[in-house]
């Protein structure tokens, strides 16, 4: 059975699709959840900001610092992974694997670039459904029941129409999964890698899991895996007609027949918004400054923050810096505000304070800064409180005049 549809996508259908209006009477408990995940997301970001990486092999190392190649590989591209390269394994392995490839790329990670684009990547997934949650830096679900009723002919353009936006604004692929709930959605996002897009319908379940190997199922661990073929369990399929007593004595009363759900394809876990819990942006300045000229460098990176601040319909009550000097090492400082902001003005003016506080500290040291980030913490959805309002438009008057 193929679980891949050839798609038409039709713009008029999805936009039909968007409207909750058109199906709130189809609403009933079946569910579609729609899984994305960013393929070689580190990677996939390096080949964008340099497309000259796509054809060759492409590393992307987290550096312990100790020795030139100490430390691991966070993730490769599929040119890379085809030679064997894998997350997780030491660095030296990998550059054996590549000896003999003189194009291979090895790049450090740049996490506040990657935070950056999975930022606008979240923001673009959530617009096709508030019912919204992020799982990591590359990955979310969306419930779309509310959004088109339990159509999954909707549904599958509509996990198409969202592979083509992102690639239309970050030029980034990534692989979808549309089933009834989020396990079986994330499978599906699994199955087919890079840039696929896979459909299970409520019907294709059961022929879907039935001749995967435990260790498939999501959940499974090494661990419950070696466990369950002593017990002779190597199928989803014989999970799923296991005693359930039995798994009980095995794994627990809770586990073994949360094991048997899942061999069944059944998880009715919702998808839920996760709280953020901070935002933050980092510049390099054009050069390594010693002293606080850079503002203009930094009002870019507070109205971004406000921007995102707003769109999440949040306020924090926490502000930090960031500073990286040029021998590359971090300092930081942070405050508490009295009242909860997201303006742009109030983020810019806190932190350029902190800043002038770090530098006078660096003075003394005659050290220059090379990078300068904000990052504000304590996030939550209180109304704008009077004073900030007041404050707000002291500082407005202030400025213009
Ligand atoms: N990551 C990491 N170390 C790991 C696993 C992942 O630093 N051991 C980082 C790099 C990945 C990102 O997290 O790009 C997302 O992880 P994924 O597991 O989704 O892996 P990729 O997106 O890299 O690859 P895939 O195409 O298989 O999803
Ligand atoms: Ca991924
Ligand atoms: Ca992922």
Redesign the pocket.
Known sequence: MRFTPNLICNRDDIELAKRSDVVQGKMDSQRIVIAV????????CEEVRNPELKKKPLV?C?FSGRTEISG?????N?VARKLGVR??MPIANAKKLLSQNKESVFLP?DQDY?QTVSERLMQTIRSFSAIFEQV????AFIDISAVIGNDFEVAAKLGKTVKQEIYRQEKLTC?VGVGPNKLMAKMAADFE??DGLTIIRPNQVKAFLKPMPVRKLLGIGPKHEQKMEQLGIGTIEDLSKFDTGALSDAFGKNLGPHFKNLAQGLDDDPVRQRPVEQLSRIVTLKEDADSFWFEEDLRPLAADISDRLISLGLKCRAIGIVGITSELKTRSKAKTLTHPINSSVLILRNSAELFRDLFSSLATEHVRLRRAGIRVSVLSSEELGEEESEEQSTLTSFLSS
């Open positions: 995940d960013l393929d070689y997301f580190f990677a996939q992307i987290v691991a590989v966070s993730t490769a599929y997350s997780g990670v990657y990591s830096v590359d990955e692989s890698k890079p």
